[in-house]
């Protein structure tokens, strides 16, 4: 099949979806994702969407959180252009059929998580995604001029590269024409044509063997755009979540949300004494690095495999209607939150840096836009603030629209991209290869490149990753591409930048502990490969 569309869109969550909601209104979209349309990181979200809403919240007390919470490498133009624009935004997500919580009074039942000074968190229940992805999917269903192919995996953008051209990182003129896409259930190789395309392949946390991510969370975005030399950065910030719910097992982990701390839960070790006076102020709502750097330290002084969130001291009704699914999951393993203190471990949970792009979601590849947890905007800094990543999504995804429906009008398709050339490659027939090689690699990126790092855990992982890397490459250079195969060179690609840009790093800084530099620096700029 070769296929043009004015706008191609990779991915269904948050960023896609509100994306190509808005540009439909200007051409035609097509979007694909690797899975079904609502298997997405964004349907899982659970505390909520960061926005000023009322008095006494204000812009500038949300612009400082999210400086604090990112430790000084964040962008502040950007991060002012999101926290300003957020109001409307949530409003639109309103006007397309989300809704949030309200009190008795009909006002918005805002919630409170790490970091915040303020009530700013809209919410539906504990379930606020599935919520935002249930509107987002009614509205999309509805839209004439947007086709959705599900089951459908994208493996490479098209640029001058596949026209024999030599593409390096140092070109400053790299264009994007669309991209190939293998349609999974018949494996079979498509050439998708777009005038303008959007990567919103959302995060990597299954580099890492526990993570709060959905499975198709492997990064395919990141090194897609790596591959084709566009800019990367900030990949060493990866976002530990203090409480995931641990219940070995269990993939991906189940959240246990900040907002139940902000509703009063508090945590405690294996002994069940409190432990968050030794390490910041602001106790068990302090920003997430800390708190997951807290727990890791109580882990290993202590020796045990988790710690715990006490919630038996709030009221149980509130608790029950507030958390239903919080409630409900940790009743199917045994454990009554209103009676019972519920486990917890941190679980990688975030990727704050990815693709690098401006104001306007614009990558360094001309005609391609990132938006939502694979882009790198500059608003999370070195660390991000809670429930500031669904908003993240629809300010970038929105100004993306504004400047793509200008762009197609200049734009033509470019008519002589190639077909994917898959001659001479045979079918890998043993799994083992794929399956054993993922397994490796979450046990070196977990073991070396977790919440605390030193120069030799890097180095280490660096020699196995390379290993690991020259197989897999192998593999793909002889195989019939499948799901597990590409997703696997794209999880070692991820890797790579993680530990490179961590290396990079000598200092320790938001979510980048290094042993050999414990004193926190203040540094200035993010980290970039690929510029
Ligand atoms: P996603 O929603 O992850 O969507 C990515 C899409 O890309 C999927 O459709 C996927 O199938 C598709 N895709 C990926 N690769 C390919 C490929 N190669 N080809 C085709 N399709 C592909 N943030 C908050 O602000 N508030 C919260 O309360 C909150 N809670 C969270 C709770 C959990 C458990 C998790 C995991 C995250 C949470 N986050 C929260 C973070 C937030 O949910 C995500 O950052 C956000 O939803 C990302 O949206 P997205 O559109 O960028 O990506
Ligand atoms: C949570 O509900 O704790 C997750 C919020 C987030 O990741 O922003």
């Known amino acids: 099949m070769r296929k043009k569309v004015d706008f191609l869109v990779i991915g269904t969550g948050i960023a896609g979806l509100s994306y190509a909601l808005k540009v439909a209104e200007h051409g035609s979209v097509c979007i694909v994702t690797k899975a079904v349309m609502d298997e997405t990181a964004t349907r899982y979200a659970q505390g909520g ?11 500038e007390k949300h612009i400082r959180d999210t400086l604090i919470a990112g430790d000084g490498l964040n962008n502040e133009k950007i991060v002012r252009i999101t926290i300003t624009e957020s109001t409307e935004r949530i409003k639109e997500l309103i006007a397309w059929g989300a809704e949030f919580d309200r009190t008795s009074t009909g006002k918005y039942d805002l919630g409170k998580e790490g970091g915040h000074s303020e009530y700013r968190v809209l919410h539906h229940k504990d379930n606020t995604g599935f919520e935002i992805q249930r509107a987002l999917i009614s509205q999309i269903a509805a839209h004439p001029n947007i086709e959705v192919l599900e089951h459908t995996f994208a493996l490479d953008i098209i640029t001058q590269h596949h026209l024999g051209e030599e593409v ?29 395309t959007m990567i919103a392949t959302g995060g990597a946390g299954n580099v890492y063997a526990v993570t709060t991510n959905p499975t198709v969370a492997t990064g395919d975005g990141i090194a897609m755009i790596y591959r084709a030399k566009g800019i990367i950065e900030n990949m060493e910030f990866i976002q530990f979540h203090p409480t995931a719910l641990y219940n070995p097992g269990e993939k991906p982990s189940f959240l246990i949300t900040e907002a139940l701390r902000g509703f009063g839960a508090v945590l405690k070790n294996a002994e069940g004494e409190e432990f968050m006076h030794k390490y910041d102020k602001r106790l068990s709502l302090a920003p997430r690095d800390i708190v997951a750097r807290a727990i890791d330290n109580e882990l290993k002084l202590s020796g045990s495999e988790f710690v715990y969130l006490d919630c038996r001291h709030l009221d149980k009704n509130e608790l029950i209607t507030g958390f239903p699914t919080i409630y409900a999951k940790c009743l199917s393993i045994g454990i009554d939150i209103t009676r019972d203190m519920i486990p917890v471990v941190p679980a ?18 001309t005609r391609l836009y990132a938006s939502g947890e694979c882009a790198s905007t500059g608003l999370h800094g070195a660390n991000r603030l809670a429930s500031n990543s669904l908003l993240e999504s629809v300010v970038f995804s929105h100004r993306a629209f504004v400047d793509a429906i ?47 790092r030193s120069n030799l855990r890097l180095k280490r992982a660096l020699d196995r990753l390379e290993i690991l890397y020259r197989e897999t490459e192998d593999l793909y250079n002889k195989s019939i591409l499948t799901v597990k195969l590409c997703e696997l060179r794209n999880m070692i690609n991820v890797a790579y930048l993680i530990i490179k840009m961590a290396q990079q790093r000598k200092e320790s ?5 290094s042993l050999d530099y414990p004193e926190a620096n203040a540094g200035k700029n993010g980290n970039k490969i690929g510029n």
């Open 168 to 196: 390096t990182r140092h070109r400053n003129d790299i264009e994007c024409y669309g991209a190939y896409v293998l349609e999974i259930p018949t494996n079979t190789i498509h050439t998708i044509l777009a005038k303008t």
């Open 49 to 59: 969407i960061a926005a000023v809403m009322y008095h006494p919240d204000t812009y």
């Open 509 to 513: 800084r938001g979510l980048h502990y």
């Open 348 to 365: 990688a949970h975030y990727t704050c840096g990815g693709i690098k792009v401006d104001e306007y979601a614009r990558s360094s590849i």
């Open 406 to 452: 200008e762009k197609i009008k200049t734009v033509e398709f470019r008519e002589d991209v190639p077909e994917w050339n898959a001659e001479g490659m045979v079918l890998n027939e043993e799994m083992i290869l794929i399956t054993q090689s993922l397994k490796d690699l979450q046990s070196i990126m977990s073991s070396y490149v977790g919440i605390v």
